[in-house]
């Protein structure tokens, strides 16, 4: 890489970071283990659904999955779906040419693997209402997706390095609590994948923070103080979000212990010495910020706990 220096053009970076990238991309085929979606899906607990074929209809109780298991993988899912605009985001910021074009549909690629054995599984198991989850996936879909990171490079590096991993904690979580064995073993599958993809991006950050360290750390701390994850738009997200909180999948504590502390310890983002005037207060802001996060984290701690006493305690009363 050429070295350090205060500003970058986001052309100049893209150039700067190709060597990079072609790298990364090399260790990542490298590692990565071929797998097939259809053999992760018990096909055999499959069977027709009413409508042409006249199958059987779709009822509750049909489903074994926990109840924050049957939610977390509707989310998970139609996060997956949205696909084609992740791929237009990201295509559009780093092109279609040379390692980074390479990159782009050999990540593309791979997540789709993940939306169809989701689905796949849900289907064959009855897990969920199928036509339920068809509308949801229309109207969210529909709706595409924008990215918040200003469309900028850095922040897009800095948010996949993030997001990447909270996928892949949000479905190891949601496969330990589903209640169902085959599920877990899929979603262990689903979370090697993205986990390969944060070390890329995690890789490629830690790259940026050495050849732009002021930029890089703005975008950081952007990324960090603004974090959604993409799926957020999707039909009754605020709902399901707090039940995967309340059940465990995905919450503040987790977000600040799992996702956010485990890469920046790992850049030493709040290490980072020789920056300029904009790198220094964007390294003070990301430490105001987690401070203040691990204090709301605690705060939900309680709520959870106590919320979760109650909850055992009717359950132990209607016993």
Known sequence: MPPARLTWT??????????????ELNRHLSVFKDWMPHEY????????FDGPLGGEAWSPEQSTLTEVGRVALVV??????NLPSYHHEIATLFGRDGAWGTWVHRWTAEEARHSIVLRDYLLATRAVDPAA???????????????????SPLHTVAYVAFQELATRISH???GHLSGDPVCDRMLAQVARDENLHMVFYRNLLKAALELAPDQAMRAVADVVTGFRMPGHGMPGFERAAVRIAVGG????????????????????????????PDGLKAQDELGVFLGDLDTQAARFDERRAALLARRAAGASSRA
Not at 10 to 23: I, S
Not at 76 to 81: G, I, P, V, Y
Not at 136 to 142: C, E, G, K
Request: proline share 3%; no cysteine.
């Open 76 to 81: 998970n899912l139609l996060t997956e779906d």
């Open 133 to 151: 989850l068809e509308r949801a996936r229309m109207t969210h879909m529909s709706a595409g997706f924008v990215s918040d990171n200003r469309h």
């Open 41 to 48: 899906v018990p096909w055999s607990q499959g069977r027709d």
């Open 249 to 276: 999948v995905y919450n503040l504590r987790v977000h600040h212990d799992d996702v956010l502390q485990p890469v920046l310890r790992h850049l030493k983002v709040m290490d980072i010495s020789g920056l300029g």
């Open 172 to 174: 190891r979580n949601t």
């Open 10 to 23: 986001d052309a100049e970076l893209l150039v700067a970071l190709e060597e990079v990238v072609e790298r």
